[in-house]
């Protein structure tokens, strides 16, 4: 048993979970921050290279979504794999992961690039774009294996409980990319001005660096990655374990995008000034809950890990936890916006329409943040007990019986008033829903495992 793990299994457990969800939030606020620099720099080459970087967003999505997946797979396995003590089917999990992940991009990439022009053309990009979007994804569909290994092998250093170590590498890679991209972008120094082709060459150069790093912690500092032995006998059964999980994961997942493209749809009818605000309200809202995010990433593991070392108690006092931070986290942001909401829209636009749009939905939405992470701690939680229907229903009802029919009904009866109502009902409800249906199945499932 590794240190990480003995301290999962066996330490304080509120202090262990904030210091493990430290790490992540910073690397997630990292990360956040490189990807606005990165669009900055490409704003500096005008609004045509801004569109045809737009268009390259959903495909990213589908990848991002589908790498994910598989991450939350593997990770939810393996964490419980460590808290039952079994390392050699550790090993074979992670090594089969790697396998997995490489069988779904390949055909991915060979597809992508096959058919790149007519999948863009179908998305209505304008031909004068083509140009500029293959100029970017070319390479991108040819480097999203290098993207998939440290997506893959950070969920599995997190699910040791070791969350420093992907934390610091994500930091690493977006610093490379965050230092490179003006230089290939714009031919600094000795380097030819290259552009968007310039930029996806600096985002894979910080890819490549990024799988180096996570193979050396993987296989020299953590020691759970080995090539000697494939198990490709059991193979099959491997893939079976992590898509049970991997496959829901990859659909929920996908729901994000979809209804954020509804709201803004909705939102969009109400003009520029209204889309601008809630473009800037809906980042405001991701740095917002970060600490929410941070602690959900890191309950995983935890849970996971209890589970696997039938230490239910343990599992049940994070649970509370997780519950009662994510109150505190709601309640200190929905405490700084209604003293600070309009200074800090003030920063983004000067617009007295848009600064009041900013300043009513942070105040409004920021409110039901509480009930969000409590949501949020119970997809977490039934994801790491094996359960990800339950995760997913919970999920599919939050989206497409709550935000999406509120936001609009709220759109037609009340305006873009009733859009940003909706935010806030579906986020009262969904943890509300989320929390009941975990209380009843720990009741009946795991309260009865304790002697």
């Known amino acids: 048993m590794n240190n990480h793990s003995e301290k999962i299994l066996n330490g304080p457990i509120e202090s262990k979970l904030i210091k493990m969800s430290i790490p992540m939030g910073f690397g997630a606020l990292a990360i956040m921050l490189f990807n606005i620099v990165d669009t ?24 991002h979504a589908l790498i994910t997946g598989i991450g939350m797979g593997i990770s939810v396995n393996v964490s419980q794999a460590l808290g039952s003590g079994k390392e050699k089917l550790v090993k074979r999990l992670i090594v089969h992961s790697l396998i997995l992940g490489l069988v779904i991009l390949i055909p991915l990439s060979l597809i992508g690039n096959l058919f790149k022009e007519e999948i863009f053309l179908a998305m209505g990009a304008t031909p004068d774009l083509i140009p500029l979007i293959l100029s970017y994804m070319t390479p991108w569909f040819f480097g999203i294996f290098l993207l998939a290994i440290p997506m893959l092998g950070n969920s599995i250093v997190r699910a040791t409980g070791n969350t420093k170590t992907p934390a610091y590498i994500m930091i690493f890679s977006g610093v490379v990319n965050v230092i490179v991209d003006p230089i290939l972008i714009f031919g600094l120094g000795p380097f030819p001005r290259l552009e968007l082709f310039g930029a996806i060459l600096a985002t894979i150069f910080s890819w490549f660096l990024g799988t180096v790093a996570t193979l050396y912690v993987l296989i020299h500092k953590e020691g759970l990655l080995e090539f000697t032995d494939l198990y490709l006998n059991k193979l099959t059964r491997s893939i079976k374990s992590i898509s049970h999980l991997a496959i829901p994961a990859i659909g929920t997942n996908l729901l994000v995008p979809l209804t954020a493209t509804v709201l803004t749809k909705l939102v969009s ?55 009662k931070y994510s109150l505190i986290w709601g309640f200190s942001v929905f405490l700084i916006y209604i003293l600070f909401a309009q200074y800090i829209a003030m920063i983004f636009n000067k617009d007295v329409f848009v600064i009041n749009i900013i300043v009513f939905f942070m105040i409004l939405t920021s409110s039901s943040y509480g009930f969000f992470g409590i949501g949020r701690m119970a997809n977490v939680a039934f994801n790491a007990m094996k359960k990800p229907l339950l995760s997913s229903i919970i999920l599919l009802v939050r989206f497409f019986l709550l935000t999406i029919p509120l936001a609009v009904l709220g759109s037609y009866y009340f305006g873009l008033v009733g859009i940003f109502a909706s935010v806030f009902i579906s986020n009262i409800l969904y943890g509300i829903i989320g929390d009941g249906t975990l209380r009843i199945y720990v009741k009946k499932r795991i309260e009865s495992k304790i002697e």
Do not use: C, D, W
């Open 40 to 63: 900055f720099y490409v704003s500096r080459l005008g609004t045509k290279y801004l569109a045809a970087i737009a268009f390259t967003f959903p495909i990213a999505i589908i990848v």
């Open 269 to 323: 009818k109400y003009g520029h000034t209204a889309i601008a605000a809630y473009g800037v309200a809906t980042r405001l809202e991701s740095l917002s809950l970060i600490g929410i995010l941070a602690l959900a990433s890191v309950m995983s593991p935890f849970v996971g890990q209890n589970i696997g070392a039938k230490k239910y108690e343990r599992v049940i006092k994070a649970l509370n936890f997780g519950r």
